[in-house]
């Protein structure tokens, strides 16, 4: 096959199946929004070319903790990596260290500025993109740490307890 060229201009939603083929050389241009299989739904989607995002370019990847599985754009070609990376959190939060390999790329991968844009942060974990292995992943982190004002609360609480609940001070 030849080359082809497909845009998914600035307002447009491209809901991926298992394959966009668009040949050696072909190149798949990104200025709206990707979500593989769509919310709910944790899918790779290869794309048989390259994949260029602009600045207003958007992802939504589906991230399900329980089957420690993610949604994943393999890139057989170069990607350019730009605008924003949103994230649904399917199923039950497990607080245990995960990565997940989001973009995987077999030619150059460029980061000309992707963010991580909305998401609902899971219980006590941070959450970083990473660029590895030619790609980019999402690392999920427990981070039990108490802020200073926790702290004060929690001794206010210990204090309230131990002394019959006369006063409460914040």
């Keep these: 096959g030849g ?4 845009e998914n201009a600035a307002g447009a939603v491209l809901y991926g199946g298992e394959r966009i083929a668009l040949g050696s050389g072909g190149v798949l ?3 709206g929004t990707v979500s593989p299989g769509g919310a709910g739904h944790v899918v790779s989607l290869t794309i048989d070319g390259n994949l260029v995002e602009t600045g ?3 992802h939504w990847f589906d991230v399900d903790m329980t089957n420690v599985s993610a949604d994943q754009l393999v890139v057989t070609g170069d990607h350019t990596a730009n605008g924003v990376l949103n994230l649904g959190f399917i199923g039950p939060v497990k607080a245990a260290r995960q990565s997940y390999s989001l973009f995987t790329v077999s030619g150059t991968s460029i980061d000309e500025g992707l963010q991580l844009g909305s998401y609902t942060v899971p219980a006590a974990m941070t959450v970083n993109l990473a660029a590895r292995n030619g790609g980019t992943w999402l690392e999920l982190t427990p981070d039990f740490a108490m802020s200073l004002r926790d702290l004060e609360l929690s001794g206010n609480l210990d204090e309230a307890f131990a002394g019959g609940f ?5």
């Design 3 to 6: 080359s082809n060229r497909f």
């Design 29 to 31: 241009q990104n200025a």
């Design 56 to 58: 207003t370019a958007i």
């Design 166 to 170: 006369s006063e409460l001070r914040f």
